[in-house]
């Protein structure tokens, strides 16, 4: 049965059979592809959302645009946490190792030692060479365990067996709970090796053997295997040091986990609605065999452009997108990326204007106040309005507790939680396992240097800045997201609210990234105008503050004109 077309209002259903849940969908209209391209690469899921809410419930963790709008600012918020603990913060794991007399190559050249005769044993079992198919022989392993005094390899060993169950268990069991394994591959890789690191292997110009492609794929694709092992042949071959090749797998991790629950969220949706739109199948493998006729490895097939990967304890779900600007907007097919040269220009003008600009934080907080408000009375109301504007002093002052004092209190709670739901603004940058070695280093060279040194001189005050714009930033989001918990939203729903009640910068279209590299402020300015333009269009209450703020303007300018005629005819058109 066909619902009635003004049920839908503006969303992309064309129909819905309430019996078997069966939808159709729309054919993209060229305005759905211009806002695609230049300012939500997401606008299908958004448009899918509304419709389905107009006939049916949609819970949190199905709704598609709100996945998708948080999963940045929670993989962000878990990654930045976790490098704290690892290697940012004084007392991290790295810094005390480096304390304690230990280099990172020497101890990382421990935990391999640790772990070698394991491996090899297992790799020899395989088909692989008797001894050093992990990269390291058994003698080997047995002197650089000998090198140390019985109360320095204690120490060395406690630091070995923190970072196994901080950086190692840990990745294990996020992917456990994120379903990328089965609780069986879990069980047998936490009880395979008690001394368990990665070992992957350095090829050269082929690459490195154990690191996953872009974290999968693109978008919020997860197709690829969560963990490989070195393959015999490679006897020779140089291991990365695994502190950071385990510290990226982490960071992988924590990535391929969120990109997941967005991944489920589509499988969901594919399963419970039929549509000739999508459809859902497991994924097949061709065996490969050896000389001796035993299967040795399984094929699997390629995906196509408009196909991706789900996983669901483990097993792995392909689903076929037909909506063309759907599967752009979840595998990210059509997305551009900055212009390399441009960027590092581009960040240093973004930063000297704002971060650094100390009139930066007054006008932008003008700014946000505002928008928010009106934004929040047009949507919402304006009692929700009222609440956000009380909540603002004690916003202000958790965030400041959290991020400047790192101290305790009932807000900077409440601000942690915002962050842990993607409620927060933010970005994560995962490089290559060099990258992050240069970054580890760069880090605790810094906190070796001590607080004279002018280098950090220079980045305290810039963090100080950093901190300081972060606290006017997202002090407008905490206070709207308080006001929403407190209305009875749940936290998935009051953190998208607070993220998209002024200006959400993690929101671009496909060609966002490269016209942004060409032109400054592009996509905020984008975002902006469309936030206000959005809200201005669809809420009549909107329409009245704007008017009035308007109308508020001009008669302050006639006043002042009024009141100082020389003095206004003096001042120049552009003032």
């Known amino acids: 049965t066909d619902v009635a077309k003004k049920k839908f209002g503006k969303s992309i259903l064309s129909s819905y059979n309430k019996k078997n849940k069966s939808l159709e969908l729309k054919d993209a209209t060229v305005w759905q592809y211009l806002v695609h391209k230049i300012q939500d690469n997401t606008v299908r899921l958004r448009l899918l959302t509304e419709g389905l809410m107009t006939v049916e419930n949609v819970k949190d963790e199905d709704d598609l645009y709100l996945m998708t709008t948080l999963m940045t600012g929670k993989a962000g918020d878990r990654i930045n946490n976790f490098n704290d603990d690892i290697y940012i913060n004084k007392k991290s794991l790295m810094q005390r190792v480096i304390d304690a007399g230990f280099t990172l190559d020497e101890f990382g050249k421990f935990m391999m030692a640790q772990h070698a005769r394991q491996r090899n044993n297992y790799i020899h079992e395989k088909g692989g060479p008797r001894d050093g198919g992990s990269g390291m022989s058994n003698s080997d392993a047995a002197q650089v365990k000998k090198m140390y005094s019985a109360a320095k390899k204690k120490k ?23 379903g990328l394994i089965s609780q069986k591959d879990y069980d047998l890789y936490s009880k395979r090796w008690e001394f368990y690191v990665p070992l992957k292997v350095d090829m050269g110009k082929k690459g490195i053997i154990g690191v996953i492609s872009k974290i999968g794929g693109k978008g919020y694709d997860v197709r690829g295997k969560e963990y490989f092992g070195i393959r015999k042949g490679h006897k020779d071959k140089p291991t990365i040091n695994p502190v950071f090749s385990g510290i990226v797998q982490h960071q992988e991790g924590i990535v391929r986990a969120e990109k997941n629950e967005v991944a489920k969220s589509m499988l969901r949706l594919v399963n419970k609605h039929k549509s000739s739109a999508w ?75 704002t971060t650094m600009n100390p009139h930066f934080f007054i006008s932008n907080f003008q700014r946000d106040i505002q928008t928010a408000l009106i934004n929040n009375t047009g949507e919402q109301s304006a009692a929700m309005a009222a609440k956000i504007a009380a909540n603002l002093p004690r916003s202000w002052k958790g965030i400041w507790t959290d991020v400047i004092s790192k101290k305790d209190s009932e807000w900077a709670q409440l ?5 842990a739901t993607g409620g927060k603004v933010g970005w994560f940058n995962i490089g290559d396992i060099e990258e992050q070695r240069k970054e580890i280093q760069s880090q605790l060279g810094r906190l070796s240097k001590g607080k004279a040194n002018p280098r950090n001189v220079a980045k305290r005050i810039g963090d100080w800045a950093n901190n300081l714009n972060e606290v006017v930033e997202s002090g407008t989001r905490l206070a709207a997201y308080k006001a929403a918990i ?27 990234p490269k016209i942004n590299s060409l032109f400054l402020f592009w996509n905020a300015t984008m975002q902006g105008a469309f936030r206000v333009g959005t809200s ?40």
């Open 156 to 178: 060395i060993e406690a630091f070995a067996k923190e970072f196994r169950e901080k950086v190692l268990q840990k990745d294990l069991k996020n992917r456990l709970d994120a």
């Open 279 to 353: 459809s859902v199948r497991g994924q097949r493998g061709t065996p490969r065999f050896n000389e001796y006729g035993e299967m040795v490895f399984f094929d699997y097939e390629q995906l196509k452009d408009n196909e991706m990967l789900a996983k669901v304890d483990g097993k792995s779900k392909i689903i076929t997108i037909e909506d063309d600007l759907m599967a752009n907007a979840l595998k990210n097919i059509d997305k551009t990326q900055a212009i390399g040269l441009l960027r590092p220009i581009m960040n240093y003008l973004r930063l000297v204007i």
């Open 536 to 575: 201005f269009v669809k809420n009549p209450k909107t329409k009245a503050l704007a008017a009035g703020v308007a109308a508020s303007g001009a008669y302050q300018a006639w006043l002042a004109r009024s009141m100082c005629r020389e003095t206004w005819e003096k001042l120049p058109e552009w003032e």
């Open 486 to 512: 407190d209305s009875g939203m749940s936290k998935k729903r009051a953190a998208f609210l607070a993220k998209e009640i002024t200006v959400n910068f993690n929101r671009t279209g496909a060609l966002g």
């Open 415 to 419: 601000y942690k939680e915002l962050k």
